[in-house]
């Protein structure tokens, strides 16, 4: 009898030392792809994941403007610590449906996180949706991902409206300045990312009276674009807009060198083009390229060269958009969780709703954190920059640029 009381009693505090440690720690299970065609960027996001959750459960005095990380943990959640769980989706829209379901009955994440691809997003933010369980959007940008009704979906990001806005803006500003600029062509990649960005782009366009010489769709991760590419020369535009990711942006880039045919200008919208691996691949190539990115290194002593030295520092690499975009929504979602003082998902859920971030507390290029009814956040901004030797510059807008425009793009000239 007295063993069995012992054993009990023994049990017991096992049972509860177990849900002390459960309960020092908030779960959010983060999707990205970890593998595949996209599993460099999924990598460069999970980095930046890691690096936001080493701020916030350390706490970094230096860093003044944070809402959160200045001091160790979630002071509204009496210092509790973030533990992101990792899973890998492929880039595979049903496996991101079912890890979804697993992190939210499994793992009992409080909030989901990611997750690159938008086809992704879409499968794996309605299982959010139908479990009331928050999904914070980092990165994943099709229109329709919030246009669907639904509660628990935030989008951090800048979407298709906000490329397409700022392409025009940034195109009209090259013509007032003396570039010939007549026409463009638009290049997507055929799923819900390229086929959204498109659709704005060339609604743009056609608003500014800008005209759209060519429109080409493809197949996304295809073993040979020659034919697109020489459609494209046959257009002759005056830009060429590139929604493409990692391994066709590399082998739309190979192929015109092959086929001897260079735009003289290409703008790339991010993805493929701040992938890790295109510069290694191609940047000899690619040469006076435009491309999105909400990342600026800024003066030394500004939030977003602390926060980039400290990522540096762990990572080896410098911020970038994918990473960027990444951590910054991951505060966010920090934020939230310190304000709702919970990790209740409705009450989250609530503080998502209620979230006023302001641009001092932002470390990329965003004016803020606002959301509206329909979750995206209505502060979003980018900056365009151009590669001009190793490395990507901010040239637009003026008061960000830190280099001139170079035109024509030079690619392997």
């Not at 350390?58 to 160790?72: D, Q």
């Not at 005056?238 to 200008?265: C, E």
């Not at 009450?347 to 803020?368: D, E, H, N, S, V």
Request: hydrophobic letters at 45%; glycine letters at 10%; proline letters at 5%.
């Amino acid at each position: 009898m007295i063993r069995r009381r012992t054993l009990l009693v023994a049990a017991s505090a096992l049972l509860g030392a177990r849900r002390t440690r459960a309960a020092d720690t908030v779960k959010v299970g983060v999707l990205f792809p970890l593998t595949g065609n996209s599993a460099a960027s999924g990598g460069e996001a999970k980095a930046s994941v890691e690096v936001a959750t080493d701020i916030i459960n350390t706490g970094h005095p230096e860093l003044t403007g944070l809402t959160v990380g200045t001091s160790p943990g979630l002071p509204g959640l009496g210092g509790m610590k973030i533990e992101p769980v990792f899973v890998d989706h492929r880039g595979d829209p049903s496996v991101a449906q079912s890890l979804a379901q697993r992190l939210i009955t499994g793992d009992k994440v409080a909030a989901l996180f990611g997750s690159y691809h938008s086809s992704t997003a879409m499968t794996a933010t309605a299982v959010a949706e139908r479990y009331g369980v928050p999904f914070v959007v980092a990165d994943s940008v099709a229109a329709n991902i919030t246009t669907r009704g639904f509660r628990f979906t935030f989008r951090v990001t800048p979407i298709a409206s906000n490329f397409a806005d700022s392409y025009m803006r940034f195109l009209l500003d090259q013509k007032k300045a003396g570039r010939q600029i007549e026409d463009v062509a638009i290049i997507n990649e055929n799923t819900d990312y390229g086929s959204s960005v498109g659709d704005a782009i060339e609604a743009e366009a056609k608003r500014v009276g800008l005209p759209v010489a060519i429109r080409i769709p493809y197949n996304a991760n295809g073993p040979d674009v020659s034919a697109q590419v020489l459609q494209l020369k046959q257009a002759n535009p005056s830009v060429a807009l590139f929604v493409s990711y990692a391994s066709d942006a590399i082998l739309f880039m190979r192929t015109m060198k092959t086929l001897g045919y260079l735009p003289p200008m290409i703008v790339g919208d991010s993805a493929g083009f701040s992938d890790p691996s295109f510069l290694p691949a191609v940047g000899s190539i690619a040469q006076g390229l435009v491309n999105r990115s909400v990342w600026s290194l800024g003066a030394p002593d500004s939030l977003s060269a602390k926060v980039n030295a400290l990522y540096k520092a762990k990572t080896g690499n410098e911020i970038g958009d994918v990473s960027g975009r990444s951590m910054q929504a991951f505060f966010v979602l920090a934020d939230a969780l310190n304000r709702a003082g919970s990790a209740d998902p409705a009450k989250l859920q609530a503080a998502l709703k209620a979230t006023a971030m302001p641009r001092g507390a932002m470390f990329i290029g965003y004016r803020g954190v606002r959301f509206d009814e329909t979750g995206q956040n209505v502060e979003s901004a980018i900056y365009l920059t151009q590669l001009q030797g190793k490395d990507y510059v901010t040239i637009w807008p003026d008061d960000a640029a830190v280099a001139k425009t170079g035109w024509p793009m030079t690619g392997w000239h």
